[in-house]
């Protein structure tokens, strides 16, 4: 498999912005040199790189990238040009919108990110866009679903790791309650407790609850509800417990089957590389027997192929 050569790191934002305005010069681009340099910089390089090309040439990167590439590799680049915060806000405003709308996108963004990480990422939302991440909602999503979702982005939740043993069976008895001792379903209870408990509480009421009803919550939420609430419990518990084994799945998924799901493994190859693709990379190689790389490099092809491939970085 082709790996990129990676540029000195030694080369300043000042000289790889002027590398990018030579690629574009003349007729046709040269998107190897396009991926060579942005794959390889991480956020606060690329900030200072699209300041530099400003500075220089007086003129905005992000709009000369988006008239220089096409498709696939643009989506991805233009997604990698934001910072994380920015970036999320850009994939849930799309997909909060009638005309390109994705509740699954803007579920899984919104329920997988941290409590810290949902309260900047909602700023930049505000500012970027003029509305709240909530008015969005309550327009685009329904029933439970919506419900869930707004107390998720709401609630400021303890990111710590300590639980409270008492309070986590209270918890694990509370759902069995509410789902498998009930006759239909108490939503309230379901929403209650995912968008309130911190992380590593989920995680032992999984545990907790395996153990005194047999059954994991996983199954649970699959057995009692359904649609976009049953993704959002679902998204919530597993980033609880392993995110990087939530995100192997949504990545295989994508490339599962005829044709590949691209919006979703742009989504989340560029939305993880800077924060847990290591992870992510070793759960896929331990669930389906095969590298991530492999798996991408097998069902992409071209420039988009190379510059996701770049991002993925060496193929272990």
């Known amino acids: 498999m082709a790996t990129l050569s990676v540029p000195p790191v030694l080369s300043s934002p000042r000289d790889d912005a002027m590398q990018l305005f030579r ?3 003349g007729l046709g681009t040269d998107t190897s040199a396009v991926i060579n340099i942005l794959a390889h910089r991480d956020a606060a390089q690329r ?5 530099e090309y400003r500075t220089l ?3 905005d990167l992000f709009k000369r990238l988006s008239s220089e590439l096409t498709g696939n590799l643009e989506t991805a680049v233009l997604f990698w040009m934001h910072d994380l915060p920015g970036r999320d806000a850009i994939i849930v405003r799309q997909a909060l919108m009638m005309n390109t709308m994705n509740l699954e996108a803007a579920t899984e963004v919104i329920c997988s990110r941290t409590p810290s990480q949902i309260q900047v990422f909602k700023q930049h939302y505000h500012a970027k866009f003029g509305i709240h991440l909530e008015r969005d909602i309550e327009s685009c999503a329904s029933g439970d679903h919506k419900k869930l979702l707004l107390a998720y982005a709401s609630m400021p939740r303890y990111e710590g790791r300590e639980v409270d043993r008492e309070m986590v069976v209270k918890d694990a008895k509370a759902l069995y309650k509410a789902g498998e001792k009930k006759w239909g379903t108490d939503e309230k209870t379901f929403i209650h407790i995912f968008s309130e408990r911190s992380a590593a509480h989920l995680a032992a009421v999984d545990s907790a609850y395996h153990d005194m009803y047999g059954n994991s919550l996983n ?4 057995k009692e ?6 993704h959002a419990l679902k998204t919530i518990l597993l980033c609880s417990e392993n995110p990087a084994n939530y995100f192997a799945k949504v990545l295989h998924k994508a ?3 005829m044709g590949t799901n691209d919006t979703a493994l742009i989504r989340v190859i560029v939305t993880r590389t800077e924060i847990d693709m290591h992870y992510i990379k070793a759960e896929y190689l331990k669930k389906y027997k095969k590298t991530l790389n492999d798996a991408v490099h097998s069902e992409t092809s071209g420039n988009y192929q190379a510059f996701l491939l770049a991002l993925l970085g060496p193929n272990h």
């Not at 199954?219 to 699959?222: A, H, S």
Request: net charge positive.
């Open 23 to 25: 690629a574009f010069k």
């Open 47 to 51: 900030s200072l790189i699209q300041h």
């Open 57 to 59: 040439y007086s003129e």
């Open 219 to 222: 199954k649970v939420i699959k």
């Open 225 to 230: 509800t359904s649609g976009h609430f049953e």
């Open 255 to 257: 490339m599962k089957g």
